[in-house]
T-cell receptor
Framework: KQEVTQIPAALSVPEGENLVLNCSFT??????LQWFRQDPGKGLTSLLL?????REQTSGRLNASLDKSSGRSTLYIAASQPGDSATYLC??????????FGAGTILRVKS | NAGVMQNPRHLVRRRGQEARLRCSPM?????VYWYRQLPEEGLKFMVY????????ESGMPKERFSAEFPKEGPSILRIQQVVRGDSAAYFC?????????????FGQGTRLTVV
Protein backbone atom coordinates (compact mmCIF):
# COMPACT_ATOMS: atom_id res chain seq x y z
CA LYS A 1 0.00 0.00 0.00
CA GLN A 2 1.43 3.35 -1.06
CA GLU A 3 2.24 5.80 1.72
CA VAL A 4 3.25 9.41 1.14
CA THR A 5 5.05 11.47 3.75
CA GLN A 6 5.77 15.18 3.67
CA ILE A 7 8.42 16.95 5.70
CA PRO A 8 8.31 19.42 7.35
CA ALA A 9 4.70 19.55 8.51
CA ALA A 10 4.95 23.33 8.85
CA LEU A 11 7.48 25.94 7.81
CA SER A 12 7.76 29.65 8.50
CA VAL A 13 10.26 31.73 6.54
CA PRO A 14 10.96 35.42 5.90
CA GLU A 15 10.07 36.86 2.54
CA GLY A 16 12.70 36.38 -0.14
CA GLU A 17 14.09 33.13 1.17
CA ASN A 18 14.51 30.06 -1.04
CA LEU A 19 12.96 26.94 0.41
CA VAL A 20 12.58 23.21 -0.16
CA LEU A 21 9.61 21.01 0.64
CA ASN A 22 10.16 17.26 0.81
CA CYS A 23 7.96 14.35 -0.17
CA SER A 24 8.73 10.64 0.11
CA PHE A 25 6.75 7.62 -1.03
CA THR A 26 7.08 3.91 -0.30
CA UNK A 27 6.24 2.26 -3.65
CA UNK A 28 8.26 3.36 -6.68
CA UNK A 29 5.73 1.93 -9.18
CA UNK A 30 4.09 5.28 -9.80
CA UNK A 31 2.41 6.86 -12.81
CA UNK A 32 3.38 10.40 -11.96
CA LEU A 33 3.70 12.84 -9.08
CA GLN A 34 1.81 16.10 -8.67
CA TRP A 35 2.36 19.04 -6.38
CA PHE A 36 -0.71 21.04 -5.38
CA ARG A 37 -1.38 24.19 -3.44
CA GLN A 38 -4.40 24.50 -1.14
CA ASP A 39 -5.50 27.79 0.39
CA PRO A 40 -7.65 27.71 3.56
CA GLY A 41 -11.23 26.71 2.79
CA LYS A 42 -10.48 26.40 -0.91
CA GLY A 43 -9.86 23.69 -3.48
CA LEU A 44 -6.60 22.39 -4.85
CA THR A 45 -4.56 24.15 -7.50
CA SER A 46 -2.19 21.99 -9.53
CA LEU A 47 1.33 23.40 -9.53
CA LEU A 48 3.49 20.83 -11.31
CA LEU A 49 3.16 17.32 -12.68
CA UNK A 50 6.20 15.09 -13.16
CA UNK A 51 5.77 11.94 -15.22
CA UNK A 52 7.41 8.83 -13.82
CA UNK A 53 9.99 8.93 -16.64
CA UNK A 54 10.98 12.54 -15.91
CA ARG A 55 13.44 13.94 -13.37
CA GLU A 56 12.11 17.47 -12.92
CA GLN A 57 9.65 20.12 -13.98
CA THR A 58 9.81 23.89 -13.68
CA SER A 59 7.19 26.60 -13.64
CA GLY A 60 8.22 30.15 -12.83
CA ARG A 61 9.75 30.22 -9.34
CA LEU A 62 8.85 26.57 -8.74
CA ASN A 63 10.99 23.55 -9.51
CA ALA A 64 10.01 19.99 -8.66
CA SER A 65 12.34 17.02 -8.85
CA LEU A 66 11.61 13.31 -8.80
CA ASP A 67 13.90 10.42 -7.85
CA LYS A 68 11.74 7.36 -8.32
CA SER A 69 14.37 4.86 -7.24
CA SER A 70 14.76 6.46 -3.83
CA GLY A 71 11.09 7.38 -3.52
CA ARG A 72 11.64 11.10 -3.14
CA SER A 73 10.45 14.37 -4.61
CA THR A 74 11.28 17.93 -3.67
CA LEU A 75 9.52 21.19 -4.42
CA TYR A 76 11.87 24.16 -4.56
CA ILE A 77 10.38 27.64 -4.23
CA ALA A 78 12.69 30.51 -5.13
CA ALA A 79 12.44 34.01 -3.68
CA SER A 80 9.40 33.25 -1.55
CA GLN A 81 6.60 35.82 -1.25
CA PRO A 82 3.79 36.26 1.30
CA GLY A 83 1.35 35.17 -1.43
CA ASP A 84 3.04 31.77 -1.42
CA SER A 85 1.60 31.09 2.04
CA ALA A 86 -0.62 28.02 1.73
CA THR A 87 -0.61 24.28 2.30
CA TYR A 88 1.46 22.37 -0.25
CA LEU A 89 0.37 18.83 -1.04
CA CYS A 90 2.35 16.10 -2.73
CA UNK A 91 0.33 13.39 -4.48
CA UNK A 92 1.52 10.20 -6.12
CA UNK A 93 -0.43 9.05 -9.15
CA UNK A 94 -1.16 5.36 -9.38
CA UNK A 95 -2.62 3.33 -12.23
CA UNK A 96 -5.91 4.88 -13.25
CA UNK A 97 -4.66 8.29 -12.13
CA UNK A 98 -5.83 7.65 -8.60
CA UNK A 99 -3.89 9.98 -6.30
CA UNK A 100 -2.38 9.15 -2.92
CA PHE A 101 -1.78 12.33 -0.95
CA GLY A 102 0.66 13.31 1.75
CA ALA A 103 -0.58 15.24 4.76
CA GLY A 104 0.87 18.48 3.43
CA THR A 105 3.33 21.18 4.46
CA ILE A 106 1.83 24.39 5.84
CA LEU A 107 3.98 27.25 4.57
CA ARG A 108 3.94 30.74 6.00
CA VAL A 109 6.02 33.46 4.37
CA LYS A 110 6.41 36.50 6.60
CA SER A 111 6.68 39.97 5.11
CA ASN B 1 -13.96 26.47 -20.31
CA ALA B 2 -15.17 26.39 -16.75
CA GLY B 3 -13.24 24.32 -14.29
CA VAL B 4 -14.59 21.44 -12.25
CA MET B 5 -17.82 22.65 -10.68
CA GLN B 6 -19.05 21.31 -7.38
CA ASN B 7 -22.26 22.21 -5.64
CA PRO B 8 -23.30 23.03 -3.13
CA ARG B 9 -20.18 24.63 -1.67
CA HIS B 10 -21.52 24.20 1.85
CA LEU B 11 -24.12 21.70 3.04
CA VAL B 12 -25.58 21.29 6.50
CA ARG B 13 -27.48 18.13 7.31
CA ARG B 14 -28.99 16.75 10.50
CA ARG B 15 -28.00 13.28 11.61
CA GLY B 16 -30.00 10.69 9.70
CA GLN B 17 -30.66 12.85 6.64
CA GLU B 18 -29.29 12.26 3.16
CA ALA B 19 -26.57 14.35 1.54
CA ARG B 20 -26.19 14.68 -2.23
CA LEU B 21 -23.02 16.22 -3.59
CA ARG B 22 -22.72 17.13 -7.26
CA CYS B 23 -19.71 17.38 -9.52
CA SER B 24 -19.63 18.57 -13.12
CA PRO B 25 -16.25 17.71 -14.69
CA MET B 26 -14.38 19.98 -17.04
CA UNK B 27 -15.63 19.93 -20.60
CA UNK B 28 -14.22 16.95 -22.44
CA UNK B 29 -13.28 15.08 -19.25
CA UNK B 30 -14.82 11.65 -18.86
CA UNK B 31 -12.93 10.50 -15.75
CA VAL B 32 -14.16 11.62 -12.33
CA TYR B 33 -12.62 11.01 -8.91
CA TRP B 34 -14.01 11.76 -5.46
CA TYR B 35 -11.79 12.45 -2.44
CA ARG B 36 -12.59 13.18 1.18
CA GLN B 37 -10.64 15.45 3.50
CA LEU B 38 -11.49 14.89 7.14
CA PRO B 39 -10.63 17.65 9.64
CA GLU B 40 -6.88 17.69 10.34
CA GLU B 41 -6.30 14.83 7.89
CA GLY B 42 -5.07 14.50 4.34
CA LEU B 43 -7.15 13.82 1.27
CA LYS B 44 -8.20 10.21 0.81
CA PHE B 45 -9.36 8.62 -2.42
CA MET B 46 -12.94 7.37 -2.39
CA VAL B 47 -14.07 6.38 -5.89
CA TYR B 48 -13.16 6.61 -9.58
CA UNK B 49 -15.88 6.70 -12.23
CA UNK B 50 -16.21 6.97 -15.95
CA UNK B 51 -19.50 7.62 -17.69
CA UNK B 52 -22.04 5.09 -16.37
CA UNK B 53 -19.31 2.93 -14.80
CA UNK B 54 -17.66 2.66 -11.40
CA UNK B 55 -14.03 1.75 -12.09
CA UNK B 56 -12.56 1.70 -8.58
CA GLU B 57 -14.51 2.13 -5.34
CA SER B 58 -11.84 0.78 -3.04
CA GLY B 59 -11.90 3.92 -0.87
CA MET B 60 -15.65 4.07 -0.35
CA PRO B 61 -17.09 3.15 3.04
CA LYS B 62 -19.02 -0.10 2.68
CA GLU B 63 -22.32 1.29 3.90
CA ARG B 64 -24.36 4.46 3.30
CA PHE B 65 -22.09 5.84 0.54
CA SER B 66 -22.74 5.52 -3.18
CA ALA B 67 -21.60 7.32 -6.33
CA GLU B 68 -22.76 7.54 -9.90
CA PHE B 69 -21.76 9.29 -13.11
CA PRO B 70 -24.70 9.01 -15.51
CA LYS B 71 -24.55 9.39 -19.25
CA GLU B 72 -26.09 12.84 -18.92
CA GLY B 73 -25.56 15.20 -16.03
CA PRO B 74 -23.12 15.54 -13.15
CA SER B 75 -21.54 12.90 -11.00
CA ILE B 76 -23.34 12.44 -7.68
CA LEU B 77 -21.88 11.33 -4.37
CA ARG B 78 -24.71 10.25 -2.10
CA ILE B 79 -24.45 9.73 1.63
CA GLN B 80 -27.46 8.18 3.33
CA GLN B 81 -28.30 8.54 7.02
CA VAL B 82 -25.41 10.91 7.69
CA VAL B 83 -23.55 10.79 10.99
CA ARG B 84 -21.29 13.41 12.63
CA GLY B 85 -18.22 11.54 11.43
CA ASP B 86 -19.22 12.27 7.81
CA SER B 87 -18.47 15.97 8.36
CA ALA B 88 -15.64 16.73 5.96
CA ALA B 89 -14.70 18.46 2.75
CA TYR B 90 -15.50 16.37 -0.31
CA PHE B 91 -13.50 17.11 -3.44
CA CYS B 92 -14.12 16.03 -6.99
CA UNK B 93 -11.40 15.86 -9.64
CA UNK B 94 -11.62 15.19 -13.36
CA UNK B 95 -9.21 14.28 -16.14
CA UNK B 96 -9.56 13.79 -19.88
CA UNK B 97 -7.59 10.56 -20.05
CA UNK B 98 -5.67 8.09 -17.97
CA UNK B 99 -1.95 8.25 -18.63
CA UNK B 100 1.16 9.47 -16.88
CA UNK B 101 0.95 12.89 -18.51
CA UNK B 102 -2.55 13.65 -17.31
CA UNK B 103 -3.15 16.21 -14.61
CA UNK B 104 -6.05 15.96 -12.22
CA UNK B 105 -8.10 19.15 -11.95
CA PHE B 106 -9.96 19.70 -8.72
CA GLY B 107 -13.16 21.49 -7.84
CA GLN B 108 -13.57 23.88 -4.90
CA GLY B 109 -15.09 21.16 -2.78
CA THR B 110 -18.30 20.70 -0.82
CA ARG B 111 -18.00 21.20 2.90
CA LEU B 112 -20.49 18.94 4.65
CA THR B 113 -21.42 19.65 8.25
CA VAL B 114 -23.58 17.15 10.10
CA VAL B 115 -25.33 18.58 13.16
Amino acid sequence: KQEVTQIPAALSVPEGENLVLNCSFTDSAIYNLQWFRQDPGKGLTSLLLIQSSQREQTSGRLNASLDKSSGRSTLYIAASQPGDSATYLCAVGEYGNKLVFGAGTILRVKS
Amino acid sequence: NAGVMQNPRHLVRRRGQEARLRCSPMKGHSHVYWYRQLPEEGLKFMVYLQKENIIDESGMPKERFSAEFPKEGPSILRIQQVVRGDSAAYFCASSPAVNMNTEAFFGQGTRLTVV
